[in-house]
């Protein structure tokens, strides 16, 4: 394997990471993924399996947080408050603290 070195600004690298993390990769690994994108002779998406489960994952979601917050707007503020927790720890909040 070839190994290529190059120089990233701050504010670049950090979405390359936060975007790595939320598809669970490595930095590394993303952007290999990104340059095979690019390469790719059919112009596929790579991350198309995982976007087509995320979407999925937040129409579900969104179903069930319509239910809970019509029959209890307290669990429903409970659980949003949860998910914005886990969010931050992986760094998928924007700097104003909303879902990116």
Same mark, same amino acid.
């Given at each position: ?18 975007? #790595? ?5 490595? +930095?590394?690994?993303? *952007? ?5 994108? /690019? $390469?790719? @002779? ?14 999925? #994952? ?5 179903? +069930?947080?319509?239910? *809970? ?5 307290? /669990? $429903?503020? @409970? ?22």
């Amino acid at each position: 394997m070839v190994k290529i070195n190059f120089r990233l600004d701050e504010r670049l690298h950090e979405r390359l990471h936060r975007r #790595a993390l939320g598809a669970n990769l490595s +930095v590394s690994a993303y *952007v290999r993924r990104i340059l095979e994108q /690019a $390469l790719d @002779e059919r112009g596929r998406y790579v991350f198309s399996s995982q976007d087509e489960i995320l979407a999925t #994952a937040i129409q579900i979601l969104s179903i +069930v947080a319509t239910s *809970v917050g019509q029959q209890s707007p307290k /669990a $429903l503020e @409970e659980g949003m408050a949860q998910a914005r927790a886990i969010l931050a720890e992986r760094g998928l909040l924007g700097q104003e603290g909303g879902a990116r």
